[in-house]
């Protein structure tokens, strides 16, 4: 069973919605990746947090995509405007440090479908 | 930049048969190399990792070994299962990118009875 924990593991959208996925890491790890897999399972990385702090994020999740890592509270993924390109997988996963992914476990993921 | 290759998209395989499924990578950074496998419907799982030159490492009877003379981390089993059909994804991180993963493109394994 995976050890992060992500909600709702299925997300139907129409066109211009917000949709808004969450992740619980596993207890104990500050440093949180999201992943988007497409439907050719293609992984694209979006951002990675180190506590409440980004440590990086690509070009796109500036404009229409928001993440945060509240301090007591689960992560999450917001895309302010979906569109039919960003129905995807979108995987979390959490590692107890950002040396080494020696022990990143990743979620089951959020299946986003924008209708 | 730094990315993966995996030149298998599809491998179907007879149960009982060896399997070595191809990953090559480009990086100018000291790299560590991951084997995952994904099963229908659940989280990629971490397989083998690696940053020794020409070690092997070995999980659940899949080995690799890193070749850093050719860029290599190729996965192989001696004998495959039933159980071991599904995606295998093959990914680079290196210490200078906060161990950001580079994915190949996976190999979908079908092992057949």
């Known amino acids: 069973n995976s050890k992060v924990i992500q909600t709702p593991r299925y997300l139907v959208k129409g066109q211009g919605q917000k949709a808004k996925m969450r992740c619980i890491p596993e207890?104990?790890?500050?440093?949180v990746f999201w992943y988007q897999q497409n439907k050719n399972n293609e992984f694209k990385f979006l951002i990675n947090f180190q506590n409440q702090e980004v440590l990086q994020q690509i070009d796109m999740t500036e404009k229409r995509f928001s993440a945060e890592c509240p301090s007591n509270s689960p992560c999450s993924l917001e895309i302010q405007s979906s569109e039919a390109g960003d129905s995807a997988l979108y995987l979390c996963?959490?590692?107890?440090?950002?040396?080494?992914?020696?022990?990143?476990?990743f979620g089951h993921g959020t299946k986003l479908s924008v209708l | 930049g730094d990315s993966v290759t995996q030149t298998e998209g599809l491998v179907t395989l007879t149960k009982g048969l060896p399997v070595m499924l191809n990953c090559t990578y480009q990086t100018t950074y000291s790299p560590f190399l991951f084997w995952y496998v994904q099963h229908l419907n659940e989280a990629p799982k971490l397989l083998l990792k690696?940053?020794?030159?020409?070690k092997r490492t070995e999980h659940q009877g899949f080995y690799a070994t890193l070749h850093k003379s050719s860029s290599s981390f190729h996965l192989q089993k001696s004998s495959v299962q039933l159980s071991d059909s599904a995606l295998y994804f093959c990914a680079l991180s290196v210490m200078s990118n906060y161990n950001v993963l580079y994915f190949g493109s996976g190999t979908k394994l079908t092992v057949e009875p």
């Open positions: 996963a959490s590692s107890p440090d950002s040396i080494s992914n020696e022990r990143l476990f």
């Open positions: 207890k104990g790890h500050p440093v």
């Open positions: 690696s940053s020794t030159d020409n």
